[in-house]
């Protein structure tokens, strides 16, 4: 059997100062329905 790949909508990339920030986005996104990648999650 093939493992499968996960699927993302969106790939959210920042610098280790704008991380908090990142997460808030991250957040809202997943909170409506975009399936996201962000380092750390």
Do not use: Q, R, W
Not at 6 to 28: M, T
């Amino acid at each position: 059997m093939t493992p499968t790949k996960p699927h993302y909508d969106v790939f959210i990339s920042s610098k280790s100062e704008d991380y908090l920030f990142a997460e808030e986005v991250y957040d809202f996104l997943e909170a409506n329905g975009v399936n996201c990648f962000l380092d750390k999650k």
